[in-house]
């Protein structure tokens, strides 16, 4: 060979030889590989039945792929092939034919949840869609390393992945899924798409996405094994509201409103905040509670020109936080509202109170005016006029869906309250 020495030469030619005939198993291999890689584009995943029957339709699915991996895998085994790769090709084709199912796997999917808890039949079957993703994500990733073997016997690469006949039920994650439910009025399935990857896709790498009928739910499963807050909802960026059901954490979230918390002025959902080492605006998109350290953590949304949208963990700026840790810290936006307007803040009972803005009596204070009515029926409303201070008054931020959601949420309650668009 012209420009190489020798000894270089004598190499390649070898090199050329080994690689030239492994080329068929190597393009045999490589078309299991774009299989597993597309195999979804001919499998419903909109408008699927939430039905005892429904669970046929993924049993045979799934039924039907490892079937035509065994086909596909008993074809390339025909071929000559290295004493290595033979052996994990074997394996593959025989863990293939033992994780085809007779009947629906109900009480093992209960047993062997890749979550803290599996709640109801489509809890079931985002179980079930997470193993089987997660089976067939590790099968591509052999398959590409035979098939780099194949291609380059010389020059492959150590071996990540070893076939182990055990069933998929018991093997380690590699996916994270969440329940929802959209907004009634969200039915077209590219308008849904769209607005749970605008909103949850900054959370984490969307893997896939299921939606059934008669209502408009489903699930949603992540690459990886993604920590994911436990919030019971999100607003969308068209101040819609997602519920969310989380198995991942043991307890239910603390319900989530669009009020402020008591005592002090904190931003509610989609509220104006700004991170305050770095004095950018962003929205608030939910919160959660956390037990321990118990805290409260605000997800703000921040959108950017030219940049992706990216949602961050925040929690409220105060005076006796340390700074010299990496958390993010927010500030709410400073209400300064004008002559007329409607706000609210929290009386001595801790009670959500409407007033209307009379005028700025002094820096800092607004004189509000609000109608109390009398214990005594028969008694006219009486109108008291108070000066609040600012940092205390606050407005509302409500979508007509968020406040269907809020009439049904509360704070420090730890009990689930079933939402029913």
């Excluded at 055990?166 to 899924?177: E, I, L, Q, R």
């Excluded at 009398?374 to 008054?393: D, E, K």
């Excluded at 968020?402 to 079933?418: I, K, P």
């Amino acid at each position: 060979m012209r420009g190489l020495s020798p000894q270089e030469a004598d190499t390649a030619t070898q090199l050329d030889q080994n690689t030239v005939g492994n080329m068929p198993a190597y393009y045999e291999c490589d078309s299991i590989v774009d299989f597993l890689a597309q195999y979804f584009l001919t499998e419903p995943r909109y408008g699927l039945p939430l039905t005892p029957a429904g669970t046929e339709h993924h049993l045979l699915l799934h039924n039907n792929t490892c079937c035509h991996l065994v086909e596909m895998m008993e074809a390339l085994l025909s071929a000559d092939l290295p004493a290595a790769e033979r052996n994990k090709l074997d394996m593959l084709c025989k863990i293939s034919q033992y994780y085809m199912l007779q009947t629906w796997p109900g009480e093992r999917l209960q047993l062997g949840a890749t979550t803290t808890r599996v709640e109801g039949l489509l809890g079931e079957i985002a179980e079930f869609e997470a193993r089987r993703l997660g089976f067939l994500i590790t099968t591509k990733e052999i398959l590409l390393e035979v098939c780099e073997t194949l291609y380059n016997p010389r020059g492959a690469a150590t071996a990540t992945h070893t076939p182990r006949l055990a069933h998929f039920f018991d093997s380690k994650p590699m996916v994270t899924w969440i329940q929802f439910t959209l907004p009634e009025d969200l039915t077209h399935p590219p308008l849904q798409l769209a607005a749970l990857h605008e909103t949850l896709g900054p959370l984490g790498d969307i893997n896939e996405i299921f939606l059934f009928k008669p209502r408009a739910e489903g699930f949603i499963i992540f690459n990886g094994s993604l920590h994911f807050p436990n919030i019971n909802g999100i607003m969308t960026p068209q101040r819609t509201w997602i519920v969310i059901n989380n198995p991942q954490h043991s307890s239910a979230p603390i319900c989530t409103t669009t009020s402020p918390h008591y005592p002090t002025r904190r931003p509610d959902i989609g509220s104006s905040v700004t991170l305050v080492d770095e004095q950018r605006e962003a929205t608030v998109v939910a919160i959660e509670q956390k037990y321990w350290p118990e805290e409260w953590v605000y997800l703000i949304r921040i959108e950017d020109k030219g940049r992706l949208p990216t949602i961050l963990y925040t929690i409220l700026h105060s005076n006796g936080l340390k700074s010299n840790d990496n958390t993010y810290r927010i500030r709410p936006t400073a209400v300064q509202p004008a002559d007329g307007d409607v706000t609210f803040f929290f009386n001595n009972f801790e009670k959500q109170t409407k007033v209307n803005v009379i005028q700025q009596s002094s820096p800092g204070f607004y004189e509000t005016i609000r109608l109390v009515q009398p214990l005594l029926a028969q008694l006219s409303p009486r109108a008291i006029i108070q000066n609040i201070p600012g940092h205390r008054l606050f407005q509302l931020n409500e979508s007509s869906s968020m406040g269907r959601h809020s009439d049904q949420t509360r704070y420090g309650s730890t009990e689930r309250l079933d939402f029913h668009p």
